[in-house]
């Protein structure tokens, strides 16, 4: 596809599941960003790949969140233990390169109960 | 003190009307700047950047002023698809689009 396509569009996970979030960039962006999106505030970043590499996971949270982009392009997010807290828009956004303007996905849209 | 804040409004405005979004940032060595558009359940898109010397894009008109760690956005002649929420953005590093840092959104409606 032409854009940054994410999936699930939307997740319920009772409290204490483990969820995958899945992204993927526009075809040929080094570039990938994480952000977390709650109710009524803009995005915060959670992490940053280069390629393969995680450059900066400093906005995690917690030991519960990890990221991966093993080959490059297709990320994952995944958060362990799921918290009422958690529940929020997950954005995936990429840029061909560290320069250069992101282009967001939809957003994956998580609930906890 | 949050790093990047924005009056969250919401700004009502009719048809027609000229709104000014105002924005501050805390980090003085902060490099580049932006306006994204958010559209409600939707994705932020990039809607300009800001450079020091202001610039214009049809309708909106962004301004930078450095020295008082501001940042403004005005749109003329609102238009009804101009309902959206405004974020603003900051980038501190020169050159990347490393870590940008987002306001809340300042949330426009603009009335028939």
New interface residues.
Partial sequence: GAG?SQSPRYKVAKRGQDVALRCDPISGHV?L?W?QQAL??????LT?FQNEAQ??K??LPSDRFFAERPEGSVSTLKIQRTQQEDSAVY?CAS?LA?????F????SRLTVL | RKE?EQD?GPFNVPEGATVAFNCTYSNSASQSFFWYRQDCR?????LMSVYSSGNEDGRFTAQLNRASQYISLLIRDSKLSDSATY?C?VNPTR???????????TQLTVLP
């Fill in positions: 940054v570039s960003f952000y009524g505030q803009g995005p915060e970043f940053y450059l900066d400093s906005g954005l840029s560290a320069l250069g303007e992101l967001f996905g939809e957003g | 990047v969250p939707k994705e932020p898109k990039l974020l953005v050159g990347s689009a490393r870590q940008l840092t987002f306001g809340s959104g």
